[in-house]
């Protein structure tokens, strides 16, 4: 059981909007720490799409966008597109544990 | 360009231990913490440790506390992971990240993952 919550999945057509959400507490997303967001395809190492909450690495396109409120964070993709298929990860700090933590990842789908 | 290299495949015994390596070129190796994160199949990224490969300072989770073992050699810009008192449960993919900056930070380089399975 991950101590950041993740939908198991979503799924949208070409073209549409879908979001991710990523519920943590007070101890890992509610404090100072930041959210970051991953995509995984299949067979393929994490790359990182979304740093310090809301920032988009050189190369990330704009379709992508992140927000942090209170204790949780949420991943954005609009424009769907079918290489957006993938597995998505939230990732923040946990000031109780001492311990970097992962969202369970969420398998995005599109239609 | 930043690349994290890691060592080949591995496949272990139930009881051994497994030394994974990570190569860093393209940046001051010593400027920079590297976690190790591993994956098995078909479940979710799950964080090991890291290490501050300018002091070495380390920081393992508690589910491998006493089992994982990071350290780093300056002269080799090498990272290394060793996991001991393998079982079945350990097989996965072991990836090395770099943190862009200090260990809470995002990981914005990965090696390319080494696969370690443990089967008798």
């Known amino acids: 059981q991950s101590v950041l919550t993740q939908p198991p999945s979503v799924s949208g057509a070409p073209g549409q909007r879908v979001t991710i959400s990523c519920t943590g507490s007070?101890?890992?997303?509610?404090?100072?720490?930041?959210v970051h967001w991953y995509q995984q395809l299949p067979g393929t190492a994490p790359k990182l799409l979304i740093s310090?909450?809301?920032n988009r690495p050189s190369g990330v396109p704009d379709r992508f966008s992140g927000s942090k409120s209170g204790t949780s964070a949420s991943l954005a993709i609009t424009g769907l597109q079918a290489e957006d298929e993938a597995d998505y990860y939230c990732h923040s700090y946990d000031s109780s544990l001492g311990a970097v933590i992962f969202g369970g990842g969420t398998k995005l789908t599109v239609l | 360009q930043v690349q994290l290299v890691q060592s080949g495949a591995e496949v272990k015994t139930p009881g051994a231990s497994v030394k994974v390596s990570c190569k860093a070129s393209?940046?001051?190796?010593?400027?920079?913490?590297i976690h190790w994160v591993r994956q098995a199949p078909g479940q979710r990224l799950e964080w090991m440790g890291w290490i501050d490969a300018g002091n070495g300072d380390t920081k393992y989770s508690q589910r491998f506390q006493g089992r994982v073992t990071i350290a780093r050699d300056t002269s080799a810009s090498t990272v290394y992971m060793d996991l001991s008192s393998l079982r079945s449960e350990d097989t996965a993919v072991y990836y090395c990240a770099r943190a862009n900056g200090g260990y809470y930070h995002a990981l914005n380089y990965w090696g390319q993952g080494t696969l370690v399975t443990v089967s008798s």
């Open positions: 310090g909450n809301n």
């Open positions: 007070s101890s890992n997303i509610g404090t100072v720490y930041d």
């Open positions: 393209g940046y001051t190796f010593t400027s920079y913490v």
